[in-house]
């Protein structure tokens, strides 16, 4: 491609338009114009010419000194980089062309071009590693006679001859096989660095030239043996091992490809005479009208307007069988339709959908660098240049004696010594978990989550909405004196819509289950105290204004009666005078998951201590605690969120390594002050989230294998470590020594880093392990759903599983007063 159309190309990224093809703005709450000056974007791209830890240092050491990138973040593991840019100081063409005068080349993340490069540069590898591999077996073949022949049974026109005709086809493989490592060589010079295509070059050109030297002059200092077939060799196992390594990485670790490839390109999209005609996805905006075909992903989130079809929603919700979608429910972004073609209103876009969403945390986690990897990238210059010194060292030290045999000596320790094992120990590991769990439905939001979790002893629950199901039904309602039951149940209604915890939920379904109207009443101020309840300004039809409390009896201002065990919200408002004054009391059930008995056992199995924390009464939360097999002693109820905070806290004063799994709607503090978290449920707002892990799904026996799971990855990164610290403890002495021919440094070099990818493979078969506990049938909340709230009145999500359902419990409510 010439220098002129990629100049060009890059140009076209400056538009505005085309930002959110590849990145998203980094603040998107901001109230800014995607193009205004103070605003921040954060884009993705895709690196080409990269094959190790330094490479990845040069990039961010070039991206950061253009003025307006904030930060820039590169994985050689993933071999992708994050960029945070302002668009008043920098545009994307000014900071892609740094990283092309760096000596590589950048591309949008998600861009058509970006795939077509990938797909083009993987064929150009496979040709080279097949020519240096027929090469190899014609050098070897000119080779033999001269390892095998006694003295005198070759003479020296025909020992001549096969130099000449290895050289011929030697030449072809430096030429045209070496090129990438020639580049990037010419490149580390150029910019007066060090990369580890530097050292691998050089082992190739003294090779060729001693070699050379001695064809051309069989009687100098060069003359007495030749290295082709050590040449060809090395250079085909070090391709091979490349190349090897980059298909096993791309599909072990390739979980975030693909989710970033689910939404398609283009879409038919309705004009204004009715036909249908092709845009880019990019192009959408809320309101507009596309169809979608069999097998063909939804690229927005929006509502069926024409049609019915299946859609599957495994990575996005958990949900693992298809879902029935009719006119009328929601479809969300990335998900497939499996059926039948539909037509859908458009109503969210970009970094509103819930793909967006999930996008964001998996890129996030792909970039990061756990400790482990940058306690690696740091040494991994510093080990290059000495790489340099011992082998000038090894060379100078033998030259008196022989100086060909000198510098192959010098050219085995270059090849030898790759750091790159070692820079992929760790990240290639922790990507390639974060791929599989990925699949299962847990998102890993930081890396470090992982090796965090392999070392916690102790897992503390929160209870509603984690140990038991996220959604609660209306049992009974109790009022005061003189007060009717549906009025008070319109009134609660009305303060609990604001609010996504499970109780508050269970109050408005059971309001619209029993069409109770609460329009007449009009909120003013109305603020959430996260854990305890909801609290507002009320004015009524008749014009009265009051202030109303609904949540547990220390929020209502009330007392609280003799604990049944069963949830209760009260309802109060406060009088003229100041007093509190109780409205109703509405009994709640709600049902402890099938599966946590099992999982608490199998977490106890593996020798953790599981507690109880909740913000609900003590006799609920002892009773649900005796019902999934915690000890009573490690069941605490009456906590707010500070409360829990403080009973964490004092768990790590005491040495404790604690896992934290809640809701994500109320456990903000708690998640973020554990030493790892979980965020369970389908209602997780993932763009707050301050988990580790979010789990999208609804089966908690995934926290049981993700922790599994994190041991295995830690064991694995623990493995490749020494692997990559004995490989070059008993390497570097023997390639010194001169005892290790080039071809075999060649081979060993390709099998250390292969080997580290081969053993983090290992990692991405499916979650069965044998000690956990058996995966339970997936079931649906009764009285919550997970795309919206069932006072939405919306059809889709009632018939989201079709699976036959239980009546929900809230057309028996009783009434008393």
Request: charged residues 20%; glycine residues 8%; contains cysteine.
């Amino acid at each position: 491609m010439s220098m002129s159309r990629s100049a060009a190309q890059l140009l076209l990224l400056d538009d505005p338009q085309e930002w959110s093809a590849f990145g998203r703005l980094h603040s998107p709450a901001a109230p800014a114009g995607p193009a205004d000056p103070a605003t921040v974007w954060d884009s993705q791209v895709v690196l080409e010419g990269m094959h190790c830890a330094a490479c990845a240092l040069t990039i961010e050491d070039a991206l950061r000194a253009v003025p307006g990138v904030l930060q820039a973040d590169v994985s050689a593991a993933t071999r992708r980089a994050r960029v945070l840019w302002q668009p008043g100081l920098v545009r994307p063409s000014q900071w892609l062309q740094a990283v092309h005068q760096a000596g590589y080349r950048a591309m949008p993340a998600v861009d058509a071009l970006a795939r077509e490069q990938r797909l083009r540069a993987s064929r150009q590898a496979l040709w080279r590693w097949l020519v240096a591999g027929f090469c190899m077996m014609q050098v070897m073949m000119y080779a033999w006679p001269a390892y095998v022949a006694e003295p005198g049974d070759l003479t020296g026109e025909m020992e001549q001859l096969l130099r000449w005709a290895c050289w011929v086809i030697s030449l072809a493989v430096v030429v045209f096989c070496c090129g990438p490592f020639f580049a990037g060589a010419l490149r580390d010079i150029r910019l007066r660095r060090v990369s580890m295509d530097l050292p691998v070059a050089l082992g190739m050109a003294i090779t060729f030239g001693v070699s050379t030297a001695g064809t051309f002059d069989p009687s100098g200092i060069f003359g007495r043996e030749v290295f082709y077939d050590s040449l060809t060799m090395f250079v085909f196992f070090l391709l091979t091992g490349r190349w090897l390594e980059s298909r096993l990485r791309d599909r072990t670790a390739g979980a975030l490809e693909a989710v970033l490839n689910r939404l398609p390109d283009s879409v038919e999209r309705r004009c204004a005479d009715g036909s249908f005609s092709r845009v880019a996805t990019r192009r959408l905006a809320v309101g507009d009208t596309i169809r979608v075909l069999p097998g063909e992903a939804f690229a927005a989130d929006g509502r069926i307007t024409l049609g019915s079809t299946c859609a599957d929603e495994a990575l996005l919700t958990g949900e693992s069988t298809p879902v029935a979608r009719p006119v009328g429910s929601k479809v969300l972004a990335g998900s497939y339709n499996l059926q039948s073609p539909v037509e859908m209103l458009v109503e969210g876009t970009d970094g509103q959908t819930r793909w967006a969403q999930i996008v964001a945390l998996m890129d996030s986690a792909a970039l990061q660098k756990p400790r482990l990897a940058q306690l690696a990238d740091r040494i991994a210059r510093p080990f290059l240049v000495l790489v340099l010194a011992a082998a000038a060292l090894a060379a100078l030290h033998g030259w008196s004696a022989d100086p060909g045999h000198a510098l192959m000596v010098a050219v085995a320790v270059l090849i030898v010594t790759c750091p790159c094992a070692l820079s992929l120990a760790t990240p290639v590991a922790m990507l390639t978990a974060a791929g599989t769990l990925a699949r299962h439905g847990v998102l890993v939001r930081n890396l470090q989550g992982l090796e965090a979790l392999a070392r916690v002893d102790t897992v503390v629950f929160d209870k509603t909405g984690t140990l038991t199901r996220d959604g609660m039904a209306l049992r009974a309602v109790h009022t005061a004196a003189g007060r009717g039951a549906d009025e008070a149940l319109a009134l609660a209604a009305a303060l609990a819509r604001h609010s996504m915890h499970p109780a508050a939920r269970a109050v408005v379904a059971a309001a619209a289950a029993v069409t109770v109207a609460d329009g007449r009443w009009r909120l003013a101020d109305w603020q959430e105290e996260a854990g305890l309840g909801l609290r507002a300004t009320v004015q009524d039809g008749a014009g009265a204004v009051r202030i109303v409390r609904l949540g547990s009896a220390r929020h209502a201002g009330l007392a609280a009666q003799q604990d049944s065990g069963a949830p209760q919200v009260l309802l109060s408002e406060q009088g003229p005078d100041g007093a509190v004054l109780e409205l109703a009391r509405f009994d709640l059930v709600e049902d402890l998951r099938c599966e946590a008995a099992a999982v608490v056992q199998a977490l106890e199995r593996q020798g953790l201590s599981v507690q109880l924390l909740s913000g609900d009464r003590i006799g609920a939360v002892q009773r649900v605690a005796a019902l999934a097999g915690i000890a009573t002693d490690r069941a605490q109820g009456d906590c707010t969120p500070q409360g829990k905070l403080a009973a964490l806290q004092a768990l790590q004063a005491g040495g404790r390594h604690v896992a934290m799994v809640g809701d994500g709607l109320n456990d903000g503090p708690v998640l973020a002050g554990a030493d790892v978290s979980f965020a369970f449920g389908r209602a997780v707002p993932l763009a707050r989230s301050r988990a580790d892990f979010v789990v999208l799904g609804d089966d908690l026996a995934l926290v049981v294998q993700t922790l599994l799971l994190a041991r295995r990855t830690l064991r694995v990164v623990r493995q490749n470590l020494c692997w990559a610290a004995l490989y070059n403890a008993l390497c570097v002495p023997l390639a010194l020594l001169g005892w290790m021919p080039a071809w075999l440094a060649g081979l060993g070099m390709a099998l250390s880093s292969l080997l580290v990818v081969l053993n983090a493979a290992r990692l991405s078969k499916p979650l069965r392990f044998a000690d956990g506990p058996a995966k339970p049938v997936s079931r649906r909340p009764l009285a919550w759903g997970a795309a919206a709230a069932p006072a939405a009145g919306d059809a889709g999500d009632a018939q989201r599983d079709e699976r036959p359902q239980p009546p929900p419990p809230m057309r028996a409510v009783q009434r008393t007063s």
